[in-house]
């Protein structure tokens, strides 16, 4: 089993930031890459941004590139989510989550066997 512990949600104006951490404990060893998903209200989770624990490799949705950086401490067995420029349809649950482990690769929610609880973001106008 691997927990995951999101922080860092809140309120903020448009064009502002915020960084999402999330604190993995357990058998993290099991899952090679990490994620982060958001939900907004009415819609279906979407993936929002990936990477791996050993190399650092990053992916992210078209619609948070340029501005989301995720990022991976594994001596804290933490993964980061910056995020810069948000906008109001920024606004959703996030996410944290953890591959399962023969996947390497994935922006499919399926993939990932274990989620964080979720932390609330709201970007005003």
């Known amino acids: 089993q691997v927990q995951l512990v999101e922080s860092g949600g809140g309120l903020v104006q448009a064009g502002g930031s915020l960084r999402l951490s999330c604190a993995a404990s357990?058998?993290?060893?099991?899952?090679?890459?990490m994620g982060w998903f958001r939900q907004a209200p009415g819609k279906q989770r979407e993936f929002v941004a990936g990477?791996?624990?050993?190399?650092?490799?990053?992916y992210y949705a078209d619609s948070v590139k340029g501005r989301f950086t995720i990022s991976r401490d594994n001596a804290k067995n933490t993964v980061y989510l910056q995020m810069n420029s948000l906008k109001p349809e920024d606004t959703a649950d996030y996410y944290c989550?953890?591959?399962?482990?023969?996947?390497?690769?994935?922006?499919?929610?399926?993939?990932?066997?274990?989620w964080g609880q979720g932390t609330q973001i709201t970007v005003a106008s």
């Open positions: 989550a953890a591959g399962n482990s023969v996947t390497y690769y994935s922006t499919s929610e399926r993939n990932y066997a274990y």
């Open positions: 357990g058998r993290t060893f099991s899952s090679n890459i």
């Open positions: 990477i791996t624990w050993r190399s650092g490799s990053t």
